[in-house]
């Protein structure tokens, strides 16, 4: 009876005693930190330190502002007033991104990628060993292979039947530049990406089409939210590449119903579920023994369930043909390529890619099933709004810069469309794109290397980078260097940074786009030529060559140049191709322009996405004005002629 009691006065008194000592424990951890030697801005909070001003800073500039005034590595303040570093200068930011395994993702940052990501074992969470084992960047050749099915995606009719899709006919004559309309589908994770502006939908999309004047016509053009229909597009478009799963959203939208995925509805239910703020999350990051009581409610449990269970499936499905196909490969004189082995059995897709090398690996190197499951939630959370976002502000930029956007429509028009490709969409059989036919290779490596479009491409992912802040925490005690010396608080030059086991570093990627010692004085604006310009221009090649981005001297994608291992994107040449191939075929035969009154807004929680200043109560939506240009006379083009 005694000990009883004793438990249950004791145990609130264990808890407060925990709680103090650890609260304890930070404030004297921070007292310590040599971050606060550094200068930076006053703290505007107590509790909140400056994370509340922060949050708005790619419309307000912040970061750059505090550069300028505090120099380019400072602290600022997080929870409590903890001091935390934020690296402007190159040179500290290529030494903490290059070095991905001393400067691991900080724990916060990791459970919540994990809940996105259903689990601490795919690429985005795994760290240490698990990391290095499946870290795995896909090869250009693979990234190649997926090509035909971007095509296929962007081309797409939803009228037109797939065997998973809806079993009614089509209803109608041939829809041609399809391209555009299919890609304009609502949101199937209307959820996480609220957007009320859209239209009312019309029964098909091919009536939407027919709406859609020439330019040479005076009426108006569509007034179109492309946001989540561009949403709908690269969810469909990482489902067939990634593990070749149809999640129909296309379809399901066209006949304007819900989808019938019942992986797109258990993703949208973890998605959502992840980007809620909680107060208990912020208190998981101080008191680490909170993250043993994490709940999940029934929705998230059965949609965990529910992604385990397909995914699962699709491993197996793939496993089979795997191991027979390494069997024969062992067996033959001619060992196949990405591309040859996309002829195979294995389908083209990068989960099929996954297990194939995983497979051929030592068994000690091979990742267990949990961390291919892990996978597939990872490619969905990596890779599929990212690729949306990024198209969503490329075609923004476009609208707002009408000459660009007619250039950009020159050089795609230059580039016919080999009769091979052609798009029968009246046809019952979808256009399925022959991965082998030595022409459609040729004409999608032409795309790639179209370069105007590359120069516009570059230049959006620099200034709407769709992931615009990282986080590392400093793994041991260390010394960071700078390129330019500092002074700390008290006018004493540094010569390095000194951080302390735990400190937490911010790597804020799209204030690094946008450095005007580096990307000169009109760094804030959109300016294709400029890539053209580096490339007779030695001293602004030197000025970029300061930033070791994984890819155009960008951070767009991580840091490039691993020293101790990097935690880059393994999927930019796969986002790469498909946003290449999704403005060839948006671009050409479109024109997108913005009602110039309106003004967007980035709101970031994880990504960048638009909202319209004036309509905050209508959440996310770049709303954007579509009509057709004149049809090409004669381009060659059975599928995109109008
Ligand atoms: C425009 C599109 C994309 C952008 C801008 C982008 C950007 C990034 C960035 C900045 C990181 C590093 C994050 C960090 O260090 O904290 C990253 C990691 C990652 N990305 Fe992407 N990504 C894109 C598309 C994709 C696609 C299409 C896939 C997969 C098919 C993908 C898969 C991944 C994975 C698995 C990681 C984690 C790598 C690791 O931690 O080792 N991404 N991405």
Known sequence: MLSL????????????????????????????????????????????????????????????????????????????????LMLVDPVAVNYVMNRGYDYPKPDFVRDSLASMAAGYEGLLTAEGEMHRRQNQAFSAAQAKSFTPIFWEKAIRDPSTKTEDADPEPATSNALSPSALT??????????????????????????????????????APCRLDVLPWLARATLDVIGAAGFGYAFNSLEAAAERRESESELARAFAVIFSTARKFRVMTVLQVWFPVLRNFRTENAAMRQATASMRKIGTELIEQRREPVLAETEKVAHASEKPDAIEGDRTVLGRDLLSVLIRSNVAEVPTQRMSMNEILCQISTFLAAGHETSSSSLTWTLYALSRNPAIQAKLRTELRSLPVPTGLAMDTASPTPPTVDNTDPQAAAFFERIMHLPYLDAVVRESLRLYAPITTTMRVAGADDVIPVGAPLADRHGHACPHIRVRQGDIISIPIQALNKNTDVWGPDAETFNPERWARAETDAEERARRAAVQGLWGNLMTFGGGNPVNGNRSCIGYRFALS?????????????????????????????????????????????????????????????????
């Not at 609260?23 to 030697?37: D, E, G, M, T, W």
């Not at 703290?43 to 922060?54: C, K, R, T, V, Y």
């Not at 970061?63 to 505090?70: C, E, G, P, Q």
């Open 578 to 642: 498909e946003i290449k191939i999704f403005l060839y075929v948006l671009v050409r035969d479109l024109e997108f322009s913005i009602d110039p009154s309106i003004e967007i807004e980035k709101k970031v929680n994880v990504l960048t996405r638009p909202s319209v200043k004036s309509e905050p109560h209508r959440g996310n939506q770049m709303p954007l004005y579509i009509r057709r240009v004149s049809p090409l006379v004669d381009d060659g083009c059975a599928g995109v002629r109008i």
């Open 5 to 84: 009691a004793t438990a249950v006065l004791g145990l609130p008194l264990v808890l407060v005693f925990y709680f103090l000592w650890t609260f304890l424990l930070l404030l004297f951890r921070q007292a310590r930190s040599p971050l606060r030697h550094l200068p930076g801005p006053p703290s505007a909070s107590l509790f909140m330190g400056n994370l509340q001003d922060l949050h708005d800073q790619e419309n307000t500039g912040l970061v750059a502002r505090w550069a300028s005034t505090y120099g380019s590595a400072f602290v600022y303040r997080g929870f409590m007033g903890g001091h935390r």
């Open 182 to 219: 299919t890609s304009f589908l609502p949101n199937p994770f209307s959820s996480f990406v609220p957007s009320k502006a859209s239209p009312p939908f019309p029964s098909t999309v091919k009536s939407r089409l027919a709406a859609l004047p020439t330019i040479e016509s005076a009426s």
